[in-house]
């Protein structure tokens, strides 16, 4: 079965400081990764995805993530952060069966800003 | 856009009693999941369904059920609520029909068992 670690529970830093945020999966296949945020109170939205091709995928609010096979990490980066970006991050893997998307996520990381 | 509503945002319940959470989704997605949050676990999943009128088991199934009548509707039913079930309920769902895509989440059921 899969899984997916997230070493760093909390992490704090400075506003305008870079950002990076680890994301370490086990997974026999090609995996499927996925970073999601969670503001506090809120619902989980989307940052960005791999799914093939270029392992440095961009996503939303300035994000991105590098997919590692070597080093089974899809860890997520911010050159500089905001205030705003305080809230709780997930990594997640698509467990590959074609038939849905269910998802296996790491325990999340909190940051504070 | 409404996407996925979740009812209700919040509830308390009296150990033993029975309850169901209600989810909405307006994408017209086939296929849709139940995920409980707990501190430090993430999200993991209860049950989903890949399409109207199946479902299955997730990773923690047990004191749950769900039904999948039609496309829009996957509630979420606790027959006997015990205060380990006490963790907030997120419904998703997805287009899976055709090719990899993200799952799509509601707002979340914050649930206390006392």
């Known amino acids: 079965a899969q899984s997916v670690t997230q070493p760093d529970i909390h992490i704090t830093v400075s506003e305008g400081a870079s950002l990076e945020l680890r994301c370490n999966y086990s997974y026999g296949a090609t995996p499927y990764l996925f970073w999601y945020v969670q503001s506090p109170g809120q619902g989980l939205q989307l940052l960005l995805k791999?799914?093939?091709?270029?392992?440095l995928v961009q996503g939303i609010k300035g994000f991105e993530a590098e997919f590692k096979r070597s080093q089974s990490s899809f860890n997520l980066r911010k050159p500089s952060v905001h205030w705003s970006d305080a809230a709780e991050y997930f990594c997640?893997?698509?467990?590959?069966?074609?038939?849905?998307?269910?998802?296996?996520f790491g325990g999340g990381t909190r940051l504070m800003v | 856009t409404a996407g996925i509503t979740q009812a209700p945002t919040s509830q308390i319940l009296a150990a033993g009693r029975s309850m169901t959470l209600r989810c909405t989704q307006d994408m017209r997605h086939n296929a849709m999941y139940w995920y409980r949050q707990d501190l430090g676990l993430g999200l993991r999943l209860i049950h989903y369904?890949?399409?109207?009128?199946?479902?299955g088991k997730g990773e923690v199934p047990d004191g749950y059920s769900v039904s999948r009548a039609n496309t829009d509707d996957f509630p979420l039913t606790l027959a006997s609520a015990v205060p380990s079930q006490t963790s907030v309920y997120f419904c998703a769902s997805s287009d899976s029909k055709n090719s990899r895509t993200e799952a799509f989440f509601g707002q979340g059921t914050r649930l206390t068992v006392v």
């Open positions: 369904s890949n399409t109207a009128g199946t479902t």
């Open positions: 997640a893997v698509d467990d590959d069966n074609n038939a849905g998307n269910m998802l296996t």
């Open positions: 791999y799914f093939s091709g270029d392992t």
